[in-house]
């Protein structure tokens, strides 16, 4: 049984087991618009919990993807080579990077659904 | 702390539900439907730019064209009425103050558009210079506001949505006509965005009524500065802030076609781009494409290609929109700056391959 958690950076993460994919949030891909590129890692990089570990960029600007949680990068999402927009049609399906997590206690410092939407309102309200 | 400019449009954009953001001082829409679908609108049919935030100067007296032609790199002596000039204003050392249009409505008589961002710092600067010249520098900024109306269909906007006669207007030329209500205003073929246009002054009230005779049109798709940024981008042309700076000189810029180094008097910063020139450029502006897919953004550095030494660094870059490739306009040292020399640009953490290219990635599509 997954279960999805969010940063206040506007990343998700879906966890299975100690496996996890990590992806853009539905409030950031709208925020973004369009995204013209993802830059992601590498398989077998080692992602840590507040670093940056690749960027989403928009025509405008890029947005630096910041880990939620550590662990080894095991599949990067090569769909998003090609077709970097798939972020924008369903970013929950179209996660960027799948992960071996390496201390899922980090998972008790992100927030869960209801209360990253409660968040996402905050910030809209700003 | 200073208060956040608001043209006379403000209101339109955020009924429009534009994404607004500061620039140069003023709350100004970003995008209305989005960037890309708002540079196609320009590139394939008619897009409207509110762009009011720009700063007119009026310079009148006895001495108007002897002092535009001092502090101008272009040559505005003896031209018809009716022309329109772009160049730059320099400092002594070369450096350029800012690029602008001077629009000739009669020997002692010139409009000067000049950047948003630069509106103190110019009009400081024409006052400076001003010493030992009879004329009268009028800052009609409050006064005037304008409206880009760009792209292939932007003729026919012209004449038939709003019945401004315009098809006559050559490229680069203005005249001063009216709405058919009798409203009057300033109408240019300009503009800043490759394609055919035309540029549009006037009172604030009338320019409010133009925009909305516009949208009702249904013909026309109101645009932010972000698709103005990428269509300017494309086409090679500068942004001052980017390619042009206090410390950018225009030949640097690849410019020198709007610099008249022998006109007769000369002009401020002329003796300085001549020893430049003289002594050859230390660096230029080029345009670089990478094979990969990622972005090279203002301020990345430019390397060797085996990415040991920055050799430059990158004024403007994007994903192309009508040109479907990452690309960037760049400033690099003179030995790396001929097309077709391999380069390397540093992206985040990694560094990519680049070829060094004309800054012409799209073709210009004037009407002239």
Known sequence: MSKTYFSKTHEYVTVDGDSAVIGISDFAQKALGNVVYVDMPEEGDEITAGEDFGAVESVKAASDLIAPVSGEVVETNEALVDNPRLVNDDCMANWIIKITLSDPSELDSLMDEDAYKAFCESEAAH | ?368
């Open chain 2, 1 to 368: 702390m200073e208060t956040i400019k608001k043209t006379c449009l403000h209101p339109r954009h955020v009924a429009l539900g534009a994404q607004m953001a500061p620039f140069a001082g003023f709350d100004m829409p970003i995008q209305y439907s989005g960037i890309t679908e708002e540079h196609n609108a320009v590139r394939n049919s008619c897009g409207v730019f509110d762009v009011s935030h720009m700063g007119e100067v009026l310079v009148s007296g006895s001495d108007a064209e002897k002092f535009v032609n001092h502090i101008f790199t272009n040559d505005i002596a003896g031209a018809p009425d009716g022309k329109i000039f772009y160049g730059m204003m320099l400092h002594p050392h070369g450096g350029t103050v800012d690029d602008l249009l001077v629009y000739r409505r009669g020997e002692n008589n010139f409009l000067l558009v000049i950047n948003a961002a630069n509106i103190d710092k110019d009009i400081r600067w024409m006052h400076e210079c001003a010493e030992g010249f009879n004329v009268k520098i009028d800052d009609l900024c409050d006064e005037l506001a304008e409206l880009a109306v760009q792209g292939p269909l932007a003729e026919d906007v012209m004449e038939n949505v709003l019945g401004i006669h315009c098809a006559d207007l050559a490229f680069y030329t203005f005249k001063e006509t009216a709405l058919p209500d009798g409203s009057a205003l300033l109408v240019s073929r300009t503009g800043y965005t490759g394609e055919d246009g035309f540029e549009i002054y006037a009172r604030p009230d009338i320019i409010v009524e133009i925009w909305d005779t516009l949208m009702a049109s249904g013909k026309v798709t109101p645009c932010g500065l972000g698709c103005r940024d990428t269509l300017r981008f494309e086409v090679g042309l500068p942004l001052y802030g980017d390619e042009l700076a206090d410390d950018i000189t225009p030949l640097e810029a690849g410019l020198p076609l709007f610099v008249k180094l022998d006109k007769p008097g000369g002009f401020i910063g002329r003796d300085a781009l001549a020893a430049m020139k003289a002594q050859g450029l230390r660096r230029r502006l080029v345009g670089i494409e990478l094979a990969d897919r990622a972005i090279p953004r203002h301020g990345y550095e430019v390397l060797t290609p085996d990415g040991t030494t920055v050799i430059g660094t990158v004024t403007t870059g994007y994903r192309g929109i009508s040109v479907d490739k990452s690309i960037a306009m760049a400033l690099v040292s003179t030995e790396y700056a001929d097309a077709g020399t391999q380069v390397a640009v540093r992206i985040r953490k990694k560094t990519f391959p680049a070829t060094v290219t004309s800054r012409k990635f799209y073709k210009k599509s004037y009407k002239k």
